[in-house]
């Protein structure tokens, strides 16, 4: 569900991991900027750095694990709960 209004912090950039395999325009739209693009790009930069993150593209965003997962290289072997070791 996209947010009525635009995302900012962690919220942003947790938002924006989410749908960074869809591609920007997906992103930005579910993160509440709409067809801003531009906006969405400097607020994400802001809110990486205030976070000490070093994200040059919105790609940098997603994890190793999801990308293996994505190439259908891997799984994700762990147990369901902390319990369950």
């Known amino acids: 569900m996209a947010s009525p209004t635009p995302l900012q912090g962690t919220e942003l950039v947790d938002c924006a991991r989410a749908n960074a395999k869809q591609g920007i325009e997906t992103a930005a739209r579910q993160c509440g900027f709409g067809e801003d693009l531009n906006g969405f790009s400097q607020a994400l930069k802001?809110?990486?750095?205030?976070?000490?993150?070093?994200?040059?593209?919105?790609?940098?965003?997603?994890?190793?694990?999801?990308?293996?997962?994505q190439?259908?290289?891997?799984?994700?072997v762990a147990p369901d709960s902390a319990s369950e070791l």
């Open 46 to 69: 802001q809110a990486c750095e205030s976070m000490n993150l070093q994200v040059k593209e919105l790609s940098e965003l997603i994890t190793d694990d999801e990308m293996i997962l």
């Open 71 to 76: 190439m259908g290289k891997g799984e994700i």
